[in-house]
């Protein structure tokens, strides 16, 4: 079982390599991937040394999976070409998500849509991972009609560039890299990615979009505000569900503690209720303040919080790889 990593000095790209490791991914071969200026650079996995490689190489290497997370416009050009050699992709970008060809897909909500047929897989956007998998039990039983979500979204999703931004305010040095229009340190910056026509931004229509294919439902109406915090470790949510029939709030909480990868941590009485420091680094999704909505019947609130690195990227395109090769589909 060869399988590459492309991007594999970036951020999610560094994380997929630690999560293939903690999970024991059972791997015969590993080969990282960069491009041309990182070729030579040594990366270590396992206690071993192994030289990262251009994607010529690698394509000639014919890896089983290659985990892709290195921009859109890199999946949009290598992509087919590892497909075409064989390979599976499993892509972290947004290139492939909405297009009606290709599966896009949360291990825990809809990795039964897999077959061996499918080349290129997309990993969807962070923020959707972490909301749908918490939204899928309940859509089963309930059937959602709405939602309405604002995200609260961790630097580390913009990339080290943001970090280092972050960083530098906290430091007082003000003439570093800027990964936003504006400083970020205590701020907050309505705008994830550009703004599209409508008003919304493309991280916006991306949760819109990408939560009706995931659900395989295009009658959940959704909408979306995101926004950038000075946090790092998690992005968090506040997410308002509308649902067809009623719902009894000890049976929500006991679906939600029943469902694969999700932990609730919904104490209000000792002030227990998921953070992004709590999440970090873990590979759950953890959902709190979990409450009636009392201005509208049948409505529910609920807080999520994921490790946007983790669950929302390389441990998501991991759970994908390890489906395939458990249901040979590669």
């Given at each position: 079982?060869?399988?590459a990593?492309?991007?594999?000095?970036?951020l999610?790209?560094?994380v997929?390599?630690?999560?293939l490791?903690?999970r024991?991914?059972?791997l015969?071969?590993?080969i990282?991937?960069a491009?041309e200026?990182?070729v030579g650079k040594e990366i270590?996995?396992k206690?071993?040394?192994?030289?990262?490689v251009?994607?010529?190489?690698a394509i000639?290497?014919r890896?089983d999976?290659a985990l892709?997370s290195a921009?859109g416009g890199?999946?949009?050009?290598?992509?087919?070409?590892?497909?075409?050699?064989?390979?599976t992709?499993?892509d972290?970008?947004?290139a492939?998500?909405m297009?009606?060809?290709?599966?896009?897909v949360?291990p825990e909500v809809?990795a039964?849509?897999?077959?061996k047929?499918d080349k290129i897989?997309?990993?969807?956007n962070?923020?959707t991972?972490?909301m749908?998998?918490a939204?899928?039990p309940l859509?089963?039983?309930?059937?959602?009609?709405?939602?309405v979500?604002?995200?609260?979204q961790?630097?580390?999703?913009?990339?080290?560039?943001a970090?280092e931004?972050?960083m530098n305010?906290?430091?007082?040095?003000?003439?570093?890299?800027?990964?936003?229009?504006?400083?970020?340190d205590?701020?907050?910056?309505?705008?994830?990615?550009v703004?599209?026509?409508n008003?919304y931004?493309?991280e916006?229509m991306?949760?819109i979009l990408?939560?009706?294919?995931?659900?395989g439902d295009?009658s959940?109406r959704?909408?979306a505000?995101?926004?950038?915090i000075p946090?790092?470790?998690?992005?968090?949510?506040s997410v308002n569900?509308?649902?067809e029939k009623?719902?009894?709030?000890a049976?929500?909480?006991?679906?939600?503690?029943?469902?694969?990868?999700?932990?609730?941590?919904?104490d209000?009485a000792?002030l227990k209720y998921?953070?992004?420091?709590?999440?970090?680094?873990?590979?759950?999704v953890f959902?709190?303040r979990?409450?009636?909505?009392?201005?509208?019947?049948?409505?529910?609130?609920?807080?999520?919080?994921a490790?946007?690195?983790?669950?929302?990227a390389?441990t998501?395109?991991v759970?994908i790889?390890?489906?395939l090769?458990?249901?040979?589909?590669?």
């Open positions: 079982m060869k399988i990593v492309v991007g594999a000095t970036g999610v790209g560094t997929m390599l630690k999560v490791e903690e024991n991914f059972p015969t071969e590993l990282p991937v491009s200026k990182s270590s996995f206690g071993k040394k192994y030289a990262v251009n994607m010529d190489t000639s290497m890896p999976i892709f921009g890199t999946s949009l050009k290598e992509a087919p070409r590892f497909a075409e050699a064989g390979t992709v499993i972290n970008s947004s492939w998500r297009d009606a060809t290709k599966k896009l949360v809809n039964n849509v897999l077959s047929d897989i997309a990993n969807p962070c923020s991972i972490q749908v998998v939204l899928k859509h089963d039983k309930y059937k959602i009609k709405r939602v979500v604002s995200t609260y961790s630097v580390t999703g913009t990339g080290v560039k970090v931004q972050l305010e906290r430091k007082g040095i003000t003439d570093g890299p800027m990964a936003y229009a504006y400083p970020i205590l701020n907050v910056i309505p705008q994830i990615d703004f599209t026509e008003g931004t493309k916006e991306k949760m990408e939560t009706q294919k995931i659900m295009n959940i959704v909408t505000t995101t926004v950038r946090v790092m470790g998690g992005h968090s949510e569900i509308e649902f009623d719902f009894n709030l049976d929500v909480t006991e679906l939600l503690t029943n469902t694969e990868g999700v932990i609730v941590v919904d209000p000792n998921p953070m992004p420091k709590d999440a970090h680094e873990k590979d759950e959902v709190g979990i409450r009636r909505d009392e201005s509208l019947p049948n409505t529910l609130n609920m807080w999520i919080v490790d946007n690195l983790r669950k929302g390389a998501n395109a759970q790889a390890e489906y090769v458990k249901n040979e589909l590669v």
